[in-house]
């Protein structure tokens, strides 16, 4: 996938809609992305034209990190970066996935052969859905899938969620499956942890089926009930911002592995069903009874997080958006010290933004690389961005990639 966060300014536009002049300024290729695009670069793979064009978008969390495999609460918004998918149906049960994003040919399975974590190459985030969607009894055969995405990899912005849930999004429809936005993440959820082997929560799979534009997503992963928080950025003369430290470190995946058993762990230890049971009130005497250190860190942020999340909710449906940024702030220091998954890069970020004006800022994601996010005014928008660069060239670290999260639609049929 292209590493281009720049590369969308806006909504992907009915084909035709679209006015080169109005992203000239942003940094956007016109035309360089879009479902027309998407729907030739089909045509020339397949040699016919696609019964339809997908589009589903990565996400950046707001609050509520590493929460969401503790069933508690999370508060993503979309962005407006997407895997876009050309797809049609086959009658033949053979799966062919193609990507103009990834070198390499057309990789062509068996729709009714696949095998989890068979492969382990990228073709295994469409493939595992596939599995995945006639794991659950859903009557669902071939496809020719050719994706292109603007959602950058690597950089915590959830571009494989974006391609599972485009891949359920498409062929819910081809073969009319009628699953809701909230069964398509969960199927999303499925190829990645049972297909690929990624233990994740449901949190990417959930914002890129379900987030809708000018909102937020308060989302409860215990029962999966959801909320869209109006977060109308603009209006309010506020910013965010994407800062993609555009570093990946390697104990990443282990690392995650490993907090959600410490997690595990602690709830065991305190006879609740998970973290999201320990109340914030009683979050000293729950911390008196854990031994371990590093568990007694990992407790300590769930249930400060999920409190902030509450925190985040209450003050945009106060409408005292500016105020969150200490909250984020906050969230970030919890990630940092108690559930240790930042690193030197994203504590850069979240020190130097702050230090420039910026209202608050956190790490957003997994951790150990990929993006921040920065809440500014929008006066402002432009100083903090040089300052967060100036401080990566002083540490000697490549530039950051700084794009603008506007919050965008869920997963949608465009063509
Ligand atoms: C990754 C996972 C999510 C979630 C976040 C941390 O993005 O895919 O399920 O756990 O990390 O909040």
């Known amino acids: 996938m292209t590493c281009d966060p720049q590369g969308e300014g806006g909504a992907h536009d009915e084909p035709g809609a679209r006015d080169p002049q109005a992203y000239a300024g942003d940094g956007a290729r016109p035309g360089a992305h ?4 998407t729907a ?3 045509h020339a793979v397949y040699g016919y034209a696609p019964g339809g064009v997908w589009a ?24 407006p970066h997407t895997a876009l998918l050309a797809a049609s149906r086959r009658a033949d049960g053979v799966l062919r996935v193609h990507s103009g994003d990834v070198p390499g040919g057309v990789v062509e399975l068996r729709a009714d052969a696949l095998t989890p974590a068979a492969d382990g190459g990228w073709a295994g985030y469409p493939a595992g859905v596939v599995w995945a969607l006639r794991e659950a009894g859903l009557a669902v055969g071939g496809a020719d899938l050719h994706f292109d995405s603007t959602v950058p990899t690597g950089a915590g912005l959830s571009s494989s969620a974006a391609l599972e ?5 498409a062929l819910n429809d081809l073969y009319a499956l009628g699953l809701e936005p909230q069964r398509i993440a969960r199927i999303g959820q499925r ?58 470190h390697e104990l990443g995946d282990g690392a995650y592995a490993k907090r959600r058993a410490g997690c595990e762990q602690g709830a065991r230890t305190l006879g609740v069903r998970a973290l999201r049971d320990v109340p914030y009130e009683g979050l000293g005497a729950a911390l008196d009874r854990i031994e371990d250190g590093t568990v007694r860190g990992l407790v300590r942020h769930i249930v400060t997080e999920n409190r902030r999340v509450e925190e985040v909710i209450g003050l945009l449906d106060a409408g005292e958006t500016p105020a969150i940024g200490p909250v984020l702030t906050a969230g970030h220091i919890s990630l940092r010290d108690d559930f240790t998954v930042s690193c030197a890069e994203l504590d850069l970020v979240v020190e130097s933004a702050n230090a420039a004006g910026a209202l608050g800022a956190r790490m957003t994601g997994g951790g150990f690389g ?6 500014v005014e929008e006066a402002d928008a432009e100083a903090v961005t040089k300052a967060v660069t100036h401080a990566f060239g002083a540490a000697g670290y490549a530039a950051p990639r700084v794009s603008p999260a506007v919050p965008s639609a869920g997963a949608r049929r465009l063509a």
Do not use: W
């Open 56 to 79: 589903a978008p990565g996400r950046v969390n707001l609050i509520g990190e590493h929460t969401d495999y503790n069933d508690g609460f999370v508060l993503p918004l979309a962005l």
């Open 191 to 248: 190829a990645e942890n049972a297909f690929v082997g990624v233990p994740c929560g449901i949190m990417d799979q959930t914002a890129s089926a379900c987030c809708t534009e000018g909102h937020a997503l308060h989302l409860d992963t215990r029962d999966l009930r959801q909320r869209q928080v109006p977060f109308a950025l603009a209006a309010e003369g506020l910013r965010l911002l994407v800062v993609d430290t555009r570093v990946k």
């Open 34 to 37: 879009g479902p027309e695009r």
């Open 370 to 375: 990929g993006s921040a996010i920065v809440l």
């Open 40 to 42: 030739a670069a089909f």
């Open 165 to 169: 849930v485009a891949t359920a999004t």
